[in-house]
């Protein structure tokens, strides 16, 4: 066989392959069309889940904008609020802390690091009775903070008095409220501590200036004994007492003899010394519960609850003998002398204060009378 023909049946041969490729490839097309046609459909599927997804995606990013622009503004207004809540302790006159529930400071005022002399960086986030070198773990402050702010949702005006390292003894006035936040479910305690020592201070005085006024109201300047009102204030209210307790009572009136003499002949000083004298000699001769005053000029009274049977005579033998004891004092410039007038009232008949001075006034009269006649009767004799 020549090579020529070699070449054409090859080329035969090759035609029907390629022949019978054509017929297998014919017998592929539907499928191929089919296959084709499925996979154009899942690219469409695709192609949608790809777009619905990025839409999804898209929304969920929106979303998440906008709850990260949320969360901002409240972050921002919630430090505005900060800022401005601050704002507002820092201008309260009184020391005011805030802390958390578990009594930590979240914040102070100006006035509290001002007042108690205690730095910023010591103070917030530190637990109040750690402050100041436990300066303000003080009992009764446990007590309110421990016991009954858990029971109650405020308290006012709980006064109390500590002695502080740096500034010393403080009498305070404690306030307290609790506060709920419900964007955060937590809780906070404000403390208003108000600062009292002054006012105590003044009060105090004040008390005293009245106490002052009220004695010298009632207290004769001279001798320190009662005045008249005084007397009467008192001895009404010590008669009611020994009416009620039946009690008996006695009174004396005394003046002061020669008093006009030792005034015209020795001067008003020696007078006002006779004055003060015959009170010295009154409150050595009666007890200290006996009420005893000045009620005029040269005239004395002495009230005494539940006195003795005898009182009278023993008191005329006490007076005697204090008067005899004053008068032999040497240098003397005059002689001191009392008239009385003692009268003596039973629990079961009681008199007002006024009927017990005319009867014991009365009976003075009597004795100084009864004294300047026997003088008379003695120069005449002589």
């Not at 007078?271 to 004298?277: I, Y």
């Not at 409150?283 to 006195?307: C, H, M, N, T, Y």
């Not at 039973?346 to 100084?368: F, N, T």
Request: charged fraction near 30%; charge should be neutral.
């Amino acid at each position: 066989m020549t090579s020529e023909d070699k070449t054409k049946k090859q080329l035969v041969n090759e035609v029907n392959f390629l022949q019978k490729l054509v017929k297998n490839l014919e017998k592929l097309k539907p499928l191929l069309k089919n296959k084709t046609k499925k996979l154009r459909q899942a690219n469409e599927t695709f192609e949608e889940r790809v777009e619905c997804r990025t839409a999804t995606e898209r929304i969920i990013n929106r979303q998440l904008h906008a709850e990260i622009e949320q969360r901002k503004q409240a972050e921002q207004a919630a430090q505005d609020a900060r800022e401005y809540a601050e704002s507002i302790v820092d201008t309260v006159r009184e020391p005011l802390l805030v802390l958390d529930a578990d009594l930590r400071v979240i914040s102070a005022s100006r006035s509290f690091y001002q007042t108690f002399k205690v730095k910023l960086v010591k103070t917030e986030k530190h637990h109040i009775y750690d402050l100041g070198n436990h300066q303000w773990d003080i009992p009764q402050l446990r007590h309110l903070l421990e016991n009954i702010i858990p029971k109650s949702t405020s308290f006012d005006e709980f006064e109390v008095e500590h002695t502080f390292p740096n500034i010393g003894k403080r009498i305070m006035l404690l306030n307290a409220r609790k506060i709920y936040r419900e964007a955060n479910n937590t809780q906070l305690l404000l403390l208003a501590i108000e600062d009292i020592t002054e006012r105590k201070h003044l009060e105090k005085e004040l008390r005293k200036t009245q106490e002052e006024l009220r004695v010298l109201s009632i207290t004769d300047t001279l001798t320190g004994l009662y005045n008249r009102r005084g007397f009467l204030t008192l001895a009404q209210q010590q008669i009611k007492m020994a009416k009620r307790n039946k009690q008996d009572i006695g009174l004396l009136f005394a003046d002061l003899d020669n008093m006009k003499h030792i005034n015209d002949s020795l001067g008003h000083q020696d007078g006002d010394s006779a004055l003060v004298e015959a009170a010295n000699i009154l409150k050595a001769s009666f007890r200290e519960s006996d009420v005893i005053a000045r009620i005029g000029g040269d005239e004395f009274a002495v009230l005494v609850i539940q006195p003795h049977k005898d009182f009278a005579q023993i008191l005329t033998a006490r007076l005697k003998e204090n008067l005899d004891k004053c008068n032999a004092e040497a240098n003397r410039r005059y002689a001191l002398s009392l008239s009385t007038g003692i009268v003596y009232c039973d629990a079961d008949h009681q008199r007002s204060i006024y009927e017990l001075l005319s009867e014991a006034d009365k009976l003075m009269y009597d004795q100084k009378l009864t004294r300047k006649e026997h003088s008379s009767e003695t120069k005449r004799d002589w």
